[in-house]
T-cell receptor, first 115, second 112 residues
Framework: DVKVTQSSRYLVKRTGEKVFLECVQD?????MFWYRQDPGLGLRLIYF???????EKGDIPEGYSVSREKKERFSLILESASTNQTSMYLC??????????????FGDGTRLSIL | KQEVTQIPAALSVPEGENLVLNCSFT??????LQWFRQDPGKGLTSLLL???SQREQTSGRLNASLDKSSGRSTLYIAASQPGDSATYLC???????????WGAGTKLIIKP
């Protein structure tokens, strides 16, 4: 079974701090994704990476950056945390198989609170 | 622009009932559609994936159907159990695009 592990289940930080959220997958997937999930808004894609050191902006990249130095690890960085970044953050990974992108597998999420 | 809608936002039914969850999308040019389950405070678990060329997929008590022309998918749950209580999300992959377009989910409560 695919295992996607997010480093923290709950995290509390202060406004202005630099925050790192880590995600590791163990199935050699090419693609990794960071989403945020807010009540009534569903999942929104922040960034996507299709290979080491490669990234693409999603729908809401402002205030975030990402790093993918190794295939198994995808980091989300909040450069200067703000209260409107309080949310549930979900990481996912997938293969690029024949026929295009394969189903995404999700971690358990990190509930981040910015005070 | 593709939009995905799930109605109702919440549903409560007695244990044992068969039920249907709805997902609609505005653009029929989809690559596939996926149903997920999310337990409170947890990540998402993939339930069923239907390719655009398929009409339905089944897994145990779950059956998902797809009607591209009408822009609709349904998730049928047979003989519901309290353990089925969760939020169910559908997501559409637009053709030739990595992105998933998500519905906001239906929160399902099965009463014992």
């Amino acid at each position: 079974d695919v295992k996607v592990t997010q480093s923290s289940r709950y995290l509390v930080k202060r406004t202005g701090e630099k925050v790192f959220l880590e995600c590791v997958q163990d199935m050699d997937h090419e693609n990794m994704f960071w989403y945020r999930q807010d009540p009534g808004l569903g999942l929104r894609l922040i960034y996507f990476s299709y290979d080491v050191k490669m990234k693409e902006k999603g729908d809401i990249p402002e205030g975030y950056s990402v790093s993918r130095e190794k295939k198994e690890r995808f980091s989300l960085i909040l450069e200067s945390a703000s209260t409107n970044q309080t949310s549930m953050y979900l990481c996912a990974s997938s293969l690029t198989g024949t026929g295009g992108f394969q189903p995404q597998h999700f971690g358990d999420g990190t509930r981040l609170s910015i005070l | 622009k593709q939009e995905v809608t799930q109605i109702p936002a919440a549903l409560s039914v007695p244990e044992g009932e068969n039920l249907v969850l709805n997902c609609s999308f505005t653009d029929s040019a989809i690559y596939n559609l996926q149903w997920f389950r999310q337990d409170p405070g947890k990540g998402l678990t993939s339930l069923l994936l239907i390719q655009s060329s398929q009409r339905e997929q089944t897994s145990g008590r779950l059956n998902a159907s797809l009607d591209k022309s009408s822009g609709r998918s349904t998730l049928y749950i047979a003989a519901s159990q309290p353990g089925d209580s969760a939020t169910y999300l559908c997501a559409v992959r637009v053709e030739s695009n990595y992105q998933l377009i998500w519905g906001a989910g239906t929160k399902l409560i099965i009463k014992p």
